[in-house]
């Protein structure tokens, strides 16, 4: 079964930061790779969402990547800012409705 | 307006008691899924529906059924809840034809089983 980990649980940074959230995952056997934020009371939104045969995705002031035979991914934040604070959930699809998630990186960032 | 909408959004009922949880979308997408997330866990897959006449059962559906009443309507019951149902339930959906495999979140709904 596959198993997604990511590290830290928590992490506050100062705003203007840059910042780094990992994600590994067990079986390389995957479809995608998807970055997705959590904001309470408000779901879940899809940031990033990379394709098994590609290495990175970037959007804005996010870029994600991935080594799929490492079984890992990064979320490069740029320049963080207050309003990035929430938790911050890998998940990777190994079919067509297997989506595997992380337990999520809770991220503040400090005025 | 939300393009995926759970309802209710907060219960708190008692062990036993029959839930129904009810999730609406605007998005024109064929599937539809039910998450629910735990502290410490994350989101688990519980059903997921490619159609009306398509259910399946996902990780987790011991002790859950659901009832796809129309394309846009995608309900989650409890027949008799039990306290380790206790959890922050997510309506998704996606749509093959546009966007294959990115699915979009409702709001959730935080159920609490005394």
């Known amino acids: 079964k596959q198993e997604v980990t990511q590290i830290p649980a928590a992490l506050s940074v100062p705003e203007g930061e840059n910042l780094v959230l990992n994600c590994s995952f067990t079986d390389s056997a995957i479809y995608n790779l998807q970055w997705f934020r959590q904001d309470p009371g408000k779901g879940l939104t899809s940031l990033l969402l990379i394709q098994s045969s590609q290495r990175e995705q970037t959007s804005g002031r996010l870029n994600a990547s991935l080594d799929k035979s490492s079984g890992r991914s990064t979320l490069y934040i740029a320049a963080s800012q207050p309003g990035d604070s929430a938790t911050y959930l890998c998940a990777v699809q190994t079919g067509a409705n297997n989506l595997f998630f992380g337990t999520g990186t809770r991220l503040t960032v400090i005025p | 307006d939300a393009d995926v909408t759970q309802t209710p959004r907060n219960r708190i009922t008692k062990t036993g008691k029959r839930i129904m949880l009810e999730c609406s979308q605007t998005k024109g997408h064929d599937r539809m899924y039910w998450y629910r997330q735990d502290p410490g866990l994350g989101l688990r897959l519980i059903y997921y529906s490619f159609d009306v006449k398509d259910i399946n059962k996902g990780e987790i559906s011991d002790g859950y059924s659901v009832s796809r009443q129309a394309q846009a309507k995608f309900s989650l019951s409890l027949e008799s809840a039990i306290p380790n149902q206790t959890a922050l339930y997510f309506c998704?959906?996606?749509?093959?034809?546009?966007?294959?495999?990115?699915?979009?979140f409702g709001p959730g709904t935080r159920l609490t089983v005394l």
């Open positions: 998704a959906t996606s749509d093959l034809t546009t966007s294959p495999n990115t699915q979009y």
